[in-house]
T-cell receptor, first 115, second 117 residues
Framework: ETGVTQSPTHLIKTRGQQVTLRCSSQ?????VSWYQQALGQGPQFIFQYYREEENGRGNFPPRFSGLQFPNYSSELNVNALELDDSALYLC??????????????FGSGTQLSVL | AQKITQTQPGMFVQEKEAVTLDCTYD???????LFWYKQPSSGEMIFLIYQGSYDEQNATEGRYSLNFQKARKSANLVISASQLGDSAMYFC??????????????FGQGTTLQVKP
């Protein structure tokens, strides 16, 4: 059973550019969520995809967008990068949209630096 | 407003000793779940333990136990017999029933634990 994998592991971009981060969910999982973790902070929920549809979103602007593919892998796209977007981006997968006891399985993240 | 508070930015513990990491939460929902995750320097968040709001018994998973005090809205993690590999960042998190199908997990600020040999 393969776990959650994310690519790339590190990325450096310039302010104003666009970036795409990728995530492969754990085998058997149909739900993917994305989190932003600034340095020294806890992760913040960006959004969740269930069966290729966004079904939940945190307090992030529309320039943060995503996709989920039929094989349940996912992309996070960020347009018009700002310096504050520098963070660790974590992808998590689960077997369902989320009952209160639904456990998330996380990848190791993509460290994005915006200069 | 829903919130998780971890008041200990950093903790030290001697190897083989027990340590308690504090977590308090705020929610108006009657049904919720509480989680603890470990984040080593590699970045991956590793699930440790879960406690449901209606669970009458405190959760235990190997060396991890959760001291759940519902009236005080606290869910402290107890690690027994600390090992050097326990050195990491620890996060308390909550999912409320009202938003559970959106996948939203609310995290605290985290506590850095260092185990001394």
């Amino acid at each position: 059973e393969t776990g959650v994998t994310q690519s790339p592991t590190h990325l450096i971009k310039t302010r104003g550019q666009q970036v795409t981060l990728r995530c492969s969910s754990q085998s058997g999982h149909n739900t993917v969520s994305w989190y932003q973790q600034a340095l020294g902070q806890g992760p913040q929920f960006i959004f969740q995809y269930y069966r290729e549809e966004e079904n939940g979103r945190g307090n992030f602007p529309p320039r943060f967008s995503g996709l989920q593919f039929p094989n349940y892998s996912s992309e996070l796209n960020v347009n018009a990068l700002e310096l504050d977007d520098s963070a660790l981006y974590l992808c998590a997968s689960s077997t369902d949209r989320g009952s209160t006891n639904e456990k998330l399985f996380f990848g190791s993240g993509t460290q994005l630096s915006v200069l | 407003a829903q919130k998780i508070t971890q008041t200990q930015p950093g903790m030290f513990v001697q190897e083989k000793e027990a340590v308690t990491l504090d977590c308090t939460y705020d929610t108006s929902d009657q049904s919720y779940g509480l989680f603890w995750y470990k984040q080593p320097s590699s970045g991956e968040m590793i699930f440790l333990i879960y406690q449901g709001s209606y669970d009458e018994q405190n959760a235990t998973e190997g060396r991890y136990s959760l001291n759940f005090q519902k009236a005080r809205k606290s869910a402290n993690l107890v690690i027994s017999a600390s090992q050097l590999g326990d050195s990491a960042m620890y996060f308390c998190a909550m999912r409320e029933a009202a938003t559970s199908n959106t996948g939203k997990l609310i995290f605290g600020q985290g506590t850095t634990l260092q185990v001394k040999p």
